[in-house]
């Protein structure tokens, strides 16, 4: 029998790494006031971990496969103290954005491997259910990690942010070593660079599996476009402080928290794609009431981060669906699927959030803008990964 590591040690990895990208948001604007940078060079806080975490996660995933999930996941952590290290003690910004690269490819191990635990341990509904319990528990950190950093931040400095992952790092990685057991009973021979690319190749060919993983893509690529272009236009907007910031930020997390854990109780007795469709649906009624409001002349920050907890709802509907989806075509591949669909998540929304920061931020438009794009290429294909579903199960029967 596999033994199974602890529900709380499983969030811990799987936190580690969405806590330490929302902790920075609030010190966003510090950081480019101490160095003088312009916004889109301070966009490569948020985009560089995000590019850090993609281009890691193709090698963590596939090596997971070979070697085991564990010591994929010690090396991970060790990464991610030496990034946090490094953005403390920068003294320039380049090694701040540098470090926190380095930061984005060790926690990008916690994402890969908790979802490749999940498909070792459990069958696809079941999975669903324990990875929407997962991802509720993941979701504490973007409703206290801003609102927190952006007090302390205010009384001692942006460099804490930095001081907390360290810490945070090195508690994880002592609670890894002594309680994470190996739950990879067969693993993959994958001997050469060659191999590598094969396999990635073999996923990729699962066109379902793309389509389940670009629904989840696009819908967290809307959710980054808001949270880099946030802290500009809560600014230049709306003059808000940044511990006011980090309350509204939290608002789309408790909204996730909310739906998956309905997610978690209902995963078992619902279609998985009839809750992500439903929850596709909720999260493109969020940005068009938004984006309503403010065509309408309701000019306050309410109106634009209050239906972020539709955009929540619908996303803690979207992604343990999708996820499950994506990772039950390919079981006996899981840790390298799960890192080519992370790959292809964090990649373009690392894209978008870059992107945001050479835009107009006196107004909400370009960040509502790169939402609804987002939202509707993630309906697009979710439709077409339910057709295809379809279609296979009545040529089956």
Request: glycine fraction near 10%; charged fraction near 10%; include cysteine.
């Amino acid at each position: 029998m596999i033994s199974k590591p602890s529900s709380a040690l499983l969030v811990a990895v799987s936190v580690l790494g969405p806590f330490t990208m929302h902790l920075i948001v609030p010190a966003i604007t510090p950081i480019q006031q101490a160095f003088g940078i312009d916004a889109g060079t301070a966009a490569l806080l948020i985009s560089g971990t995000l590019w850090g975490i993609a281009g890691s996660t193709l090698f963590f995933g596939a090596f997971a496969d070979r070697y085991g999930r564990r010591p994929m996941l010690i090396i991970g952590l060790f990464l991610f103290i030496i990034g946090s290290v490094i953005g403390y003690v920068a003294p320039t910004s380049e090694l701040v954005i540098a470090g926190r690269v380095v930061q984005g490819i060790g926690a990008s191990t916690g994402m890969v491997i908790s979802r490749a635990v999940i498909r070792d341990l459990y069958e696809r509904d079941k999975g669903t259910s324990v990875l929407a319990y997962l991802t509720m528990a993941v979701m504490i950190a973007p409703i206290l990690a801003p609102a927190s950093a952006g007090y302390i931040i205010e009384t001692l400095g942006w460099r804490v942010v930095f001081e907390v992952s360290i810490a945070l790092g090195a508690i994880v990685i002592l609670w890894t070593i002594m309680k994470f057991p190996e739950t990879l009973v067969d693993p993959i021979p994958m001997p050469n660079i060659t191999a590598l690319v094969a396999a990635y190749a073999s996923v990729l060919q699962q066109r379902v599996f793309v389509l389940y993983t670009l629904v989840s893509t696009f819908v967290m690529t809307s959710f980054f476009s808001m949270m880099s272009g946030a802290p500009q236009v809560a600014e230049h907007t709306w003059g808000l402080a940044r511990d006011e910031l980090g309350y509204y930020l939290g608002i789309g997390a408790m909204g996730m928290m909310c739906s998956t854990f309905i997610t978690a109780r209902i995963a078992e007795h619902v279609d998985n794609n009839l809750m992500m469709q439903f929850g596709l649906m909720i999260v493109a009624l969020g940005v068009g009431v938004s984006a309503t409001c403010f065509w309408i002349g309701y000019n306050h920050p309410i109106f634009f981060f209050g239906p972020m907890f539709l955009n929540g709802i619908g996303a803690g509907f979207v992604l343990p669906t999708a996820t499950t989806g994506a990772l039950s075509i390919v079981p006996r591949m899981a840790g390298t699927a799960s890192g080519m669909m992370t790959f292809l998540q964090f990649a373009i929304a690392g894209v978008a959030a870059q992107l945001i920061g050479y835009f107009d931020h006196s107004t909400p438009w370009a960040v509502l803008g790169f939402m609804a794009v987002s939202v509707s290429l993630a309906v697009a294909c979710g439709q077409g990964a339910v057709s295809m579903v379809r279609r296979k199960t009545a040529a089956a029967e």
